[in-house]
C-alpha cells in the first residue's frame, strides 16, 4: 500500500501544478482581413500669409488586403497550464520561422477646384491598384538569452489611373490617363536579449525601390497631346529599438520601441518639354507604446499609442529644400479570443489622423488633414 501512495503523489501534485495544460505544438497557421478607410482634405491654402478662400480638395480611399502566414518552430512549443495562451511562443524560446504572402486591391478617387475671379479649374481623379507582398523571416536562440533575427521581402504594386479637367467659363478640358508601377525589396537584421522574462531588441533594416509613371494627356484646341514618363530609384536605411516588459505573473506584457527611417530617391523625367526632375530625400520618426492584459489565458485586451514624424525635401543634387512635414497620431484597440487552446479569432481597430504643411516654414503653403480608419480580422490554428 506505501508504495502505491508514494507513486499517486508525484502524479497528483503534477496535475495540480499543472491544470488545463495541453500537449506541445509546432506549427501556426493565420489568415487576416484588412480594410483602410482613407479621407483627405486641404482645409487651408495660404497666400502670402493671408488665407485664400476657392480652393477645394478631398479624396478618399479604400484599401483591402488579405494576407496568409505561416510559422514553424523547430522544437515543441510546451504548455504549463498557467501561461496566457498567446504568450506561449514568447515563453518558450524556440527557435523558428515564417512565411507570408499578401494580396490587396486599392481604389481611389479624388476632386479638387480652384476658383478666382475671371475662372474656375475643376479636377476630377479616380485610381485603382493591386498590391503583392512576400515576406521570410526567422528568429534563432542562441542558448536561453540571446536571439539573433532576420528576414527577407518584396512587393510589386501597380496602379491605373484617370483624370479630367475643366476650365470654366472658357470650356478648354483635358483628358489624363496614368499607370503607376512599383517594386519593393528589403532586408533586416536585428537581435533581441532576454534579461529575466522582459526583452530587449534592436534591428536594422536596408530597403531598396523602383518607381515609374506614364502619363498622357490629352487637349482640347488642337493641342499636342503631352506625354511623359516619370523615373524614380529609392533607397530607404532604418533602425529600431523596442523593449517588452512582462508583468504581474505573465498577466500584462508593455511593448515600447522607437525607429528611425532615411529614404533618398533620385528621379528623372522624360518628357518633350524637359531633362532631369530632382533628387528626395525623406526622415522618418515613430514612438508607440503598446499595452496587453490577459484577464484570462484564453483571452487577450490591447491598447495602443504612436505617434509619427516625417519631413520630406526635394530639389536637384546639389540644392535640397523642404517639401512637406508631416505629423500623425495613431489609438488602436485589439483583441485576441481562443476559442479552443488551439484555435483563436483576431479583432483590431485603430484610428490615424495626419496632418501635413507642403511647403513648410514659408508664407505660402497648403495643409492637408488625412484620417485613416483600419480594422483587421482574423483566424489562427496551432498544430
Do not use: N
Amino acid at each position: 500500500m506505501s508504495a502505491r501512495v508514494s507513486l499517486l503523489v508525484p502524479l497528483l501534485l503534477l496535475a495540480a501544478s499543472a491544470p488545463g495544460a495541453e500537449p506541445p505544438f509546432r506549427a501556426e497557421l493565420s489568415v487576416g482581413f484588412t480594410r483602410d478607410a482613407i479621407a483627405t482634405e486641404r482645409p487651408l491654402v495660404v497666400l502670402d500669409g493671408t488665407p485664400a478662400a476657392g480652393y477645394d480638395y478631398s479624396a478618399d480611399e479604400e484599401d483591402r488586403t488579405l494576407d496568409v502566414a505561416a510559422r514553424r518552430w523547430f522544437g515543441p512549443v510546451p504548455d504549463d497550464g498557467a501561461t496566457p495562451l498567446p504568450l506561449l511562443p514568447y515563453v518558450a524560446r524556440v527557435s523558428s520561422a515564417s512565411a507570408r504572402v499578401a494580396v490587396a486591391g486599392a481604389s481611389r478617387d479624388s476632386f479638387g477646384r480652384a476658383s478666382g475671379q475671371l475662372a474656375t479649374y475643376e479636377v476630377w481623379y479616380a485610381g485603382d491598384g493591386s498590391l503583392r507582398e512576400a515576406e521570410l523571416s526567422g528568429e534563432w536562440f542562441v542558448g536561453r538569452g540571446l536571439a539573433l533575427r532576420g528576414g527577407l521581402g518584396h512587393g510589386r504594386e501597380r496602379e491605373t489611373a484617370a483624370s479630367t479637367s475643366l476650365e470654366s467659363p472658357s470650356g478648354r478640358a483635358d483628358v489624363g490617363t496614368a499607370t503607376t508601377r512599383a517594386k519593393v525589396t528589403s532586408g533586416t537584421l536585428g537581435a533581441a536579449l532576454r534579461l529575466g522574462e522582459h526583452e530587449v531588441s534592436v534591428s536594422g533594416a536596408y530597403g531598396a525601390s523602383d518607381f515609374s509613371r506614364e502619363d498622357a494627356t490629352v487637349f482640347t484646341g488642337g493641342v499636342q497631346p503631352l506625354f511623359s514618363r516619370l523615373t524614380t530609384d529609392g533607397v530607404t536605411r532604418r533602425g529600431r529599438v523596442a523593449a517588452r516588459l512582462v508583468l504581474l505573473r505573465r498577466r500584462l506584457a508593455v511593448d515600447l520601441s522607437g525607429e528611425y527611417a532615411l529614404a533618398t530617391s533620385s528621379s528623372d523625367l522624360d518628357t518633350t518639354l524637359s531633362g532631369p526632375y530632382a533628387k528626395g530625400r525623406t526622415i522618418g520618426r515613430r514612438a508607440s507604446l503598446e499595452a496587453t492584459w490577459y484577464p484570462t489565458r484564453r483571452l487577450a485586451v490591447g491598447a495602443g499609442l504612436a505617434y509619427e514624424t516625417r519631413d520630406a525635401s526635394s530639389g536637384s543634387a546639389r540644392s535640397l529644400r523642404p517639401s512637406s512635414e508631416e505629423t500623425t497620431r495613431t489609438l488602436g484597440l485589439a483583441a485576441r479570443w481562443f476559442a479552443t487552446e488551439r484555435a483563436a479569432v483576431d479583432l483590431g481597430i485603430s484610428r490615424s489622423e495626419a496632418e501635413a504643411i507642403s511647403p513648410p516654414g514659408g508664407s505660402t503653403y497648403q495643409r492637408f488633414d488625412e484620417t485613416t480608419t483600419r480594422l483587421v480580422l482574423g483566424a489562427a490554428v496551432r498544430f
